[in-house]
């Protein structure tokens, strides 16, 4: 009894399901017979008028091709600027090499926090009692901690060389610039902390001390792991001479650290080697910022472009001395994503060659008021500059005389009974 009630119940449900599947098959063949129906008339139209819907085709076929020729497109851009100062991002994933072979250092300046570990004989006039030692370590405490080495005898040939410097990912190099009148490379380097402590990797920098004694002066340090009745003062500058044993001098820079490297001679064919090439980069910038004011709403950017050219989409502009290089927006840099070569160009700066990709260049010596611009279009990137331009005027024309056309003919079938 109890089946036979619940059949009852569920019969209505059924009978209401089969209604509407019923209202769906007389629907679809409906609208079947309405699309069959409008597209017979859809062709029987077309092939009526065959000559009028060549030329909407045309068209349409030209309008396309008019947007594809106006809308920008992002493109590969060259160039290659010389300037005072300039700064980057390195963008790669592992550690790159960036300096190598800088020789006859005359000095040798770092600024930040730092640990330094000399092994050898030692001489000191104000702390004799580090003569006595035949290791020393000292601990840099903080950002205004100095360090300096510089041959003991000036007037001998300097030793003391570079051997290379690497940079560990998203290292930002900033202020590089070459100052002539000392013969000084400068740079300073600030490294992503978090990203540092995840890799576990620090920017480093390998010295050759040479065969010679070192003087070394240190300002804001604290000696590890000595204590001497006679220390001085943490604030007065140590000064020693080391005759090292150690020829080699291996340094992890962990933080934010300024360096400056005097050499003996002025730099010639030879800084074409101090660089090393292909170094991907981000936030490539020319500027030197200005902050005289109270307020920092009073900084001033100062573009430090001395000359240059740069290429994109078959278009060249070049960049006279002072002017600004931007991207799509004013207050973005451009997007250079590879410094394929840096060199020291004497009396002038440091040139760098580069490349990227954007939709637009700008340029001019006020960042809101560009002067000049460069720009592709989305069919840059598939045909020649030349052939756009002659296929854009073919376009023109033979747009204006299918218009002439259409009107014509639309008229002529308007005034017939």
Known sequence: MASRQKAKENFPKFINIRQWLNFLKRNLIALFVISAST??????TISNHQNSFLVLLLL?????????????GKHTFEGNIISQEMSFIYNGQESKLFLQDIRGIKELENE?????????????????????????????????SRWILAPANL?????????????????????????????????????????????????????YLGEQPIKVIVEGYELL????????????????????NNKKLNLEIAQNTNIYITLTKPPKSESEEWFREKIETKDVKFLDLDR??????????????????????????????????????????????????????PKKGIEARFSGKTKEIKIGLDQDFPVSQIQG?????????????????????????????LFSNASKSASKP
């Open 292 to 345: 005289n004011g109270k307020d920092a709403r009073d900084d001033l950017k100062i573009s430090t472009i001395v000359e240059g050219k740069i290429r994109m989409v078959g278009q060249e502009q070049d960049i006279k001395q002072n002017q600004f290089l931007m991207g799509e927006n004013p207050d973005t840099p451009l997007n250079i994503e590879l410094i394929r070569h840096l060199q020291i160009v």
């Open 225 to 244: 792991d000595l204590k001497l009745p006679n220390q001085p003062d943490k604030q007065t500058p140590l000064e020693f001479i080391v005759n090292p």
């Open 377 to 405: 279009s989305w069919l840059d990137g598939v045909l020649p500059r030349d052939a756009i331009i002659a296929l854009f005027s073919f376009g023109a024309a033979t747009v204006a005389n299918l218009l002439s056309w």
């Open 60 to 72: 349409l076929f030209f309008t396309i091709l008019t947007f594809a020729a106006i809308v920008p």
């Open 155 to 207: 007037q001998a040939t300097s030793e003391i060389n570079l051997d290379e410097l690497r940079l560990q990912p998203n290292t930002k190099v900033a202020g590089l610039s070459y100052d002539f009148y000392r013969n000084q490379l400068a740079f300073s380097l600030q490294s992503n902390s978090k990203l540092n402590l995840k890799s576990n990797q620090n920017t480093t920098l390998d010295l």
């Open 112 to 144: 930040g926090k730092q640990t330094l570990t000399f092994t050898g004989n030692f001489k000191s006039e104000t702390w004799p009692e580090l003569n006595q030692l035949d290791l020393l370590k000292i601990q840099m405490k903080d950002s205004e």
């Open 39 to 44: 597209l017979k008339r859809l062709l029987r």
